[in-house]
């Protein structure tokens, strides 16, 4: 062997080989690796875009159950105007009713007054003839 220096160009060319066997695994391992982060580049994509998706659902949800509660209220307003309606309708009707009553109360009372005033004429009148004939009223 040739000695140059402290090393020979046997000890020169193995370690040579060495570092192009160990480029090749470097290589390798690159492509290896390379393959590898692309597997893990599609799927942390593929997670990202799912990430990305269900972060766009929920805010569509909420919307949508805030649109459906919305929807929900206008339409309980609507039944609730309706039945105010309804019972402003019936109110009217029983004040209609009331004022009626009440007039046939006041015809009534005002008759009531009147056979009263004419029970006790007939009975001072009763009274007058009885003292006149000698009858005795109680």
């Not at 009440?102 to 004419?118: P, Y």
């Not at 004429?121 to 007058?128: G, Q």
């Amino acid at each position: 062997m040739l000695a140059i220096g402290n090393t020979t160009l046997g000890n020169r060319l193995r370690r040579s080989f060495n570092c192009s066997r160990n480029m090749s695994y470097l290589s390798q391992s690159e492509s290896s690796s390379t393959s590898k982060n692309n597997k893990q580049s599609f799927v942390s994509n593929n997670e990202r875009k799912m990430k990305q998706k269900k972060s766009r659902e929920y805010p569509r949800r909420s919307r949508m159950k805030k649109q459906k509660l919305m929807e929900d209220l206008v339409e309980e307003v609507f039944r609730m105007e309706i039945l105010n309606v309804g019972i402003a309708s019936m109110a009217t009707e029983m004040e209609v009713k009331c004022a009626i009553l009440e007039a046939d109360n006041n015809v009534l009372r005002a008759q009531v007054m009147e056979l009263t005033k004419n029970l006790k004429s007939l009975n001072d009148l009763m009274k007058n003839i009885g003292m006149a004939c000698g009858w005795v009223c109680f």
